[in-house]
């Protein structure tokens, strides 16, 4: 199952390997379909893919360390 979200990253995260981890643990597959990073904010719009289950584990893993996690519409799925 494929899932795309957009990721608004606080500035204490923006230098932090948060994909990567998130990814490793739950054994999902992200694909970066866009971002913008500044010094202050950082916007991603992130294709993850993997079992049901394992998406919607990293996405609340991603909530809880701060951060925003919105659907983007359009979802892909298989």
Known sequence: MKQRVKLIFP???IKEPVIFNMAK???VMPNIRRARVTESIGEMVLEIDG???ALDA???EMRN???D???VEGDVLE
Do not use: R
Request: no cysteine; aromatic share 0%; charged share 20%.
């Open 11 to 13: 500035q204490s995260l």
């Open 25 to 27: 643990k739950h054994n």
């Open 51 to 53: 079992e049901a289950a």
């Open 58 to 60: 990293a996405i609340e």
């Open 65 to 67: 360390q701060g951060v």
């Open 69 to 71: 996690v919105e659907p």
